[in-house]
T-cell receptor
Framework: SQQGEEDPQALSIQEGENATMNCSYK?????LQWYRQNSGRGLVHLIL?????REKHSGRLRVTLDTSKKSSSLLITASRAADTASYFC?????????????FGSGTRLLVRP | ETGVTQTPRHLVMGMTNKKSLKCEQH?????MYWYKQSAKKPLELMFV???????ENNSVPSRFSPECPNSSHLFLHLHTLQPEDSALYLC?????????????FGPGTRLLVL
């Protein structure tokens, strides 16, 4: 079954606005990570939140985790045109082998100048 | 730059060709991964190597053949591919062997099979 489904699939906002992306997953997790991918490039790790954490900040990024709802959100504040990219959540399951990261389909974010 | 390089960046091949993708990591990691990324689909894990030993082969067709000669290099040998194999192939590495939490990705090889 698919782990890590992002919502929405696509998001278009004006520069300066906040962008919120959501991720839902199915199994018990060890941690959840968010990655960013610029068009046709590799993924870049943004932030990791562990199953015993509820919120984490890194610069303009804020991640929340609700293990009871099996969901996470990524908030990008004061967005910039350079934030335009696809954003993926990835989960490390407690049940699968420890090395596996299961990625969602991603949210495509467009920040209009 | 993430410390993971991939060559070539773009590849066009016919279905009867044989080619190889190369990945090199300069991070001192000891686990390496191949992923396939197709349009509008989640990343698919293909192979995992830890300490040069293959520990995962995710039901990948035999026309894809990985090779890991040492902990810094990973290859994906391609032969008799199909058009549906056209995709972005991403290499990644992680620290602390199989327990590495964060993966570092290369820029990918965009493959087109004609």
């Amino acid at each position: 079954s698919q782990q890590g489904e992002e919502d929405p699939q696509a998001l278009s906002i004006q520069e300066g606005e906040n962008a919120t992306m959501n991720c839902s997953y199915k199994t018990s997790i060890n941690n959840l990570q968010w990655y960013r991918q610029n068009s046709g490039r590799g993924l870049v790790h943004l932030i990791l939140i562990r199953s015993n954490e509820r919120e984490k900040h890194s610069g303009r990024l804020r991640v929340t985790l609700d293990t009871s709802k099996k969901s996470s959100s990524l908030l990008i504040t004061a967005s910039r045109a350079a934030d335009t990219a696809s954003y993926f959540c990835a989960t490390k399951s407690r049940e699968d082998s420890s090395y596996k990261l299961i990625f969602g389909s991603g949210t495509r974010l467009l920040v209009r100048p | 730059e993430t410390g993971v390089t991939q060559t070539p960046r773009h590849l066009v091949m016919g279905m009867t060709n044989k080619k190889s993708l190369k990945c090199e990591q300069h991070l001192g990691h000891n686990a390496m991964y191949w992923y396939k990324q197709s349009a509008k689909k989640p990343l698919e894990l293909m192979f995992v190597y830890s300490l040069e030993e293959r520990v995962e082969n995710n039901s990948v067709p035999s026309r894809f053949s990985p090779e890991c000669p040492n902990s810094s290099h990973l290859f994906l040998h391609l032969h008799t591919l199909q058009p549906e194999d056209s995709a972005l192939y991403l290499c990644a590495s992680s620290d602390r062997g199989l327990a590495g939490e964060t993966q570092y990705f290369g820029p990918g090889t965009r493959l087109l099979v004609l």
